[in-house]
């Protein structure tokens, strides 16, 4: 099928860490990406990483992918309260559509 | 700055009566996408277009439409609406899909209920 996977909660405290999970199905896929979703508000692109890599750290995010588990995770570092939101993580299908295969998105909630 | 402009932000209607909603782009990208957002579902593809003229189905595409007459406009046309299309909608844009990510940016969003 098409269906990606993501927990649909998550809660942490101000200052630790956060660790979002994602499956997905496709092994051709050659992007994943991670976006994020604050109230009200589209969709902001945090991150993205090419099938062939394994890690991708941007500032505070670490992005992990284990392609063999087709398992994606995004890592926040000291998480803050602007930081809750909905996470949605997606694969690129190489078909004619191009188009964005979504999970159904983590609500990060921050904890002061 | 470049962006994705919707509008309307926000639309109450009734069953039945046509309307549009409109997408347009600054970036010269030739890829456009309409998404619907649901709870529980994430986003899905309703339709795209790879370039001017050039539409296509995505996964959900019934009770829509859509038009691709210049780079910019992606317009989406629900010609009959019903309360099943009550949904929060996203138009988003990236250049043609080649060999890099080709990120899609995103609009704001289109909140519509039907009646």
């Known amino acids: 099928g098409e269906d990606v996977e993501q927990s649909l909660f998550l809660s942490v405290r101000e200052g630790d860490s956060s660790v979002i999970n994602c499956t997905y199905t496709?092994?051709?896929?050659?992007?994943l990406y991670w976006y994020k979703q604050e109230p009200g508000a589209g969709l902001q692109l945090l991150t993205y990483?090419?099938?062939?890599?394994d890690m991708k750290q941007d500032q505070r995010l670490t992005v992990l992918l284990n392609k063999k588990d087709k398992h994606l995770s995004l890592r926040i570092a000291d998480t803050q309260t602007g930081d809750s939101a909905i996470y949605f993580c997606?694969?690129?299908?190489?078909?004619?559509?191009?188009?964005?295969?979504f999970g159904s998105g983590t609500r990060l909630l921050v904890r002061p | 700055e470049a962006q994705v402009t919707q509008n309307p932000r926000y639309l109450i209607t009734v069953t039945g009566k046509k309307l549009t909603v409109t997408c347009s782009q600054n970036?010269?990208?030739?890829?456009m996408s309409w998404y619907r957002q649901d709870p529980g579902l994430g986003l899905r593809q309703i339709y795209y277009s790879m370039n001017v003229e050039v539409t296509d189905k995505g996964d959900v595409p019934e009770g829509y439409k859509v038009s691709r007459k210049e780079k910019r406009n992606f317009p989406l046309i629900l010609e009959s609406p019903s309360p099943n299309q009550t949904s929060l909608y996203f138009c988003?844009?990236?250049?043609?899909?080649?060999?890099?990510?080709?990120?899609?940016?995103f609009g704001p969003g289109t909140r519509l209920t039907v009646l």
């Open positions: 496709d092994s051709s896929s050659t992007y």
């Open positions: 997606a694969e690129r299908r190489m078909d004619s559509s191009y188009k964005l295969i």
């Open positions: 970036m010269n990208h030739e890829y």
């Open positions: 990483i090419f099938s062939n890599m």
């Open positions: 988003a844009s990236s250049r043609r899909v080649g060999g890099g990510p080709d990120t899609q940016y």
